[in-house]
């Protein structure tokens, strides 16, 4: 069999390569593949990181649901706004 350098002088330009040059090429290259076997084994787990920093907990959230009959909780009004609902109901409006 040829050796690579050998096969590129035999197909150099210029050159006529024989039909035995030709023969000798293709018997160099592999052919297919067969068919792909079974799967390998999986590998183990690797073992579990430290769980990070959860970070300090943040503001609580408005008033809601108190959660227990699912109904909402009495509204929250700050006192300008209990100011202006009497003034409204004063003025008769």
């Not at 290259?29 to 579990?48: A, N």
């Not at 943040?58 to 706004?81: L, V, Y």
């Amino acid at each position: 069999m040829a050796t690579k350098e050998e096969l590129k002088e035999m197909f150099s330009t210029g050159k006529k390569p024989t039909g035995e040059d030709f023969a000798e090429l293709i018997d160099g290259v592999e052919g297919p593949q067969g068919e792909q076997g079974p799967q390998g084994q999986r590998g183990t787990k690797g073992d579990k990181g430290d769980k990070g920093d959860t970070g300090e907990q943040g503001p609580q959230g408005p008033a809601g649901s108190d959660g227990a009959d699912g109904q909402d909780a009495e509204p929250q009004f700050t006192e300008e706004q209990v100011a202006a609902l009497l003034a409204l109901i004063e003025d008769g409006e």
